[in-house]
């Protein structure tokens, strides 16, 4: 009773979490529709799953949260490492295994996006391969050395 749900995420999956929220009376979930509001509190445990791929503005809101979260895990991200300048950040590419829904999301540099919480005082708790989907990055192994489906978790030191 005491711990309280802020759920944030696509439109179409927030939707969802309301549904849940009225159905089974959850007064401790939290539907969040506009992502500035999410600043507006601190958390303790920040939990992205797998969506903040889907976030063109990811840069702004991991620059916001790692000022009001000391615990911050992602699971099922996709990242990668290259040394080439046209990837120093991410890549854009196209989801197509919900069909018939189309998705664009990202694939982050490693480096780049690991730095975003390095400069915050953070420090990589944990990173793991992600075991619940087995993703095929084939078509990915001519232009990234290394390329995985991840779970991590960061602590603010």
Do not use: A, M, W
């Amino acid at each position: 009773k005491n711990v309280k749900y802020y759920v944030f995420n696509l439109e179409k999956i927030n939707k969802d979490f309301l549904l849940l929220k009225l159905n089974y009376k959850y007064e401790n979930l939290i539907v969040i529709k506009e992502i500035n509001t999410v600043f507006n509190n601190r958390y303790d445990f920040v939990n992205f799953g797998s969506c903040i791929q889907y976030f063109d503005n990811y840069e702004t809101i991991i620059r916001n949260i790692v000022k009001i979260s000391n615990q911050i895990f992602f699971s099922g991200t996709t990242l990668f490492e290259s040394e080439n300048e046209d990837y120093d950040k991410h890549t854009i590419v196209k989801q197509v295994n919900v069909f018939p829904e189309i998705n664009y999301c990202y694939f982050f540099n490693k480096n780049f996006f690991y730095d975003l919480f390095y400069r915050e005082n953070f420090f990589l708790l944990f990173e793991s391969k992600n075991l619940t989907d087995d993703v095929n990055f084939k078509n990915f192994k001519k232009i990234f050395k290394d390329i995985e489906y991840k779970d991590f978790f960061f602590i603010k030191k």
